[in-house]
């Protein structure tokens, strides 16, 4: 299977393995409160430290949360709703879906990273050919997860 997709709130240990595999990580550890995968790109002489926590505290409510430390990077993705790990991109997109707004954080095999945030949700579906680029590449990027994005409308839009 090139494409897996999963949504909801946890994460298991097999996920993680799993999110390791895809990313050809060089390390996973199991932490009490988290999973942490570390990928390593000697070519480029690149290394991130991808963090799961399967849920935690958040101000006055759980859920999950992504984190993505790089050596000038520190990315977070609070209320990760889903995640999608493609083995033919060899790349992991994570998803936090909230009032009609899409955030997305993407980790890929070569330890580089991309974040999306705050993007419109009816920008996953639009025609691609009818943005700018600079727009173009945000939808591109999270439209893997259009299937695991809740069925319901958020009433707040």
Same mark, same amino acid.
């Given at each position: 299977m090139s494409e897996q997709k999963h949504s909801g709130k946890?994460? *298991? =240990?097999s996920d993680a393995e799993n999110i390791a595999n895809v990313l050809h990580a060089s390390k996973i550890s199991e932490e009490p409160d988290r999973f942490r995968i570390k990928i390593v790109n000697e070519e480029d002489k690149r290394s991130l430290s991808l963090e799961i926590f399967p849920e935690t505290e958040l101000g006055k409510s759980r859920g999950s949360l992504i984190v993505v430390y790089t050596?000038?990077?520190h990315l977070q993705l609070h209320?990760?709703?889903?995640?999608?790990?493609s083995e033919e991109l060899?790349?992991?997109t994570f998803i936090a879906e909230s009032s009609?707004?899409?955030?997305?954080?993407?980790?890929?095999?070569g330890a580089s990273c991309s974040l999306y945030a705050a993007l419109d949700r009816e920008l996953i579906s639009s025609d691609f050919t009818q943005l700018g680029v600079e727009v173009m590449l945000s939808g591109v990027a999270l439209s893997l997860a259009e299937d695991i994005?809740?069925? =319901?409308?958020? *009433?707040?839009?």
């Open positions: 946890t994460f *298991s =240990k050596g000038n990077s209320n990760c709703t889903g995640f999608v790990v060899g790349e992991v009609g707004r899409l955030s997305g954080i993407v980790v890929e095999q994005l809740s069925d =319901k409308k958020d *009433s707040d839009e």
